[in-house]
């Protein structure tokens, strides 16, 4: 426990109080924060992708069969719309499709409003699988934030949020 929070210490809880006794100069506030985020996030990183594993997926792919299951009915989108929403390059996009395409859980198809474009669409075997995904992605999520009440979930996603909004416009 550390001295008179209530709260157990965590690795960042060690890593600032040494930064503070070898750098007293500092104000080290921030790594309280953002620390613990970074840990987070390769922590969730790992949870995920365990995830996925466990549907013969990569995170990738995961990306972009959610991209095309939000779309709706027909669950197709544009190459360019699939790279708005996966925020990677064109010929990483393409190489993506390929390989969705050649495990058959993506077809590619003319667009009929742009005779030089195509479309990307979910096979039915893209939907089961990321379908299936996605659940249990939910399930894990809803376990790990566990040991937070609603209210503090509805408090960190908004303080998260505020943190994000920055880097999203």
Known sequence: ????????????????????QQRPDLDVRPLQILSRVSRLARHLDRARRATFAAHHL??????????LRRAGTPYELSPGSLLKATLVTSGTMTNRIDRLAAAKLVVRRPDQQDK????????????????????????????????????DQATLASLLRALLVPFDT
């Open 116 to 151: 030089r474009g195509v479309l990307v669409r979910l096979t039915e075997t893209g939907r089961e699988r990321v379908d299936a995904a996605f659940t249990d992605l939910l399930r894990r999520e809803r376990e790990l934030l566990a040991s937070l009440d609603e209210d």
């Open 1 to 20: 426990m550390s001295a008179g929070s209530g709260h157990q210490e965590d690795e960042v809880d060690r890593l600032v109080a040494a930064w503070r």
């Open 58 to 67: 990569e995170s990738w792919e995961f990306d972009v069969l959610t991209a």
